[in-house]
């Protein structure tokens, strides 16, 4: 009985890396000035791209499985723990995908992770990022080419890539 | 004789009471059919299968918008914030060298 219990106790820490409550992100975010929460997948990424019909510019949107994107940004420093980064970093680790990035200097840090590349397809990528008064978690699974971002513009999104502070759209979606 | 005077008792004509009429009336009402519990479910059903559909039909429409909005916030975003990495990780080249 004890070793069944023990086998279990072991088994479940490796379920629970399986999955994770994006939605626990939020926390990180209870003093931020901005925030924008937005997870998609599933039936509601299947209605958006839905959406988007034949355009040949948002194809690529179709081979999307999650999308999950949380950014804060803050008036101070200090303002958010980043051992609450943990269990995000933890949860890309344990997904197994390619570490491609890592960055860290003053207290601060970029990684990015990349998914591996399924029947000549890429995959999808995750960059955690870390600043004083920002942090931003990216997670978008699926299939993904970096140059797909950049039709955005000709589906009526403007290029924003220029201006950092620009980054949030102005109605933060909060969840 | 007893017998006569017997029947004649039991079949003497009596004035209805007063109420007779409206409890004969009572009985014998028919419901309207359009007043049948039946027929008011019936009529609430189909009304339910007309207005029910294209109210969630609309509700799904408004989600998928507001799902499509955010998904193309969610790149921008996404966008932006590679622009970002590509520019630290630039920065971080040049200073080592």
Redesign the interface.
Known sequence: MKIALLMLAATVPVVAQQTFDFKSLEKLGAKAKDS?N?S?EGD??K??????GEDKDAAF?KNLKA???H?YEFEKEGQYNQADLSAVRAYVKSLNWAKI?D?K?DGEF?E?YGQAPHDNQPGGFA?I?AEPKEV?V?F?SGSLK?SD??K?QN???PD???S?S????EDS?KD | MNLEDDLRAALRREPAPPDFTAKVMRRTRVVSIWHRPVTLAIAAAIAAVAILPPAYEYR?HQ???E??D????????????????KQ??LQ?TRHRQ
Do not use: C, D, W, Y
């Open positions: 924008t937005i998609l509601t990424l209605m958006a791209a839905g959406l988007f949107v999308v999950h994107v950014a990035l960055v200097e970029t990015m960059i990022t931003t990216i978008i970096l971002l950049s955005l589906l009526g999104v924003v890539t220029g950092r620009s980054k949030k759209p979606k | 799904q989600r998928a918008l799902a499509k955010q998904l193309i916030a969610a790149l921008s975003i996404t966008q932006t914030q590679l622009q970002h990495t630290k990780l971080n």
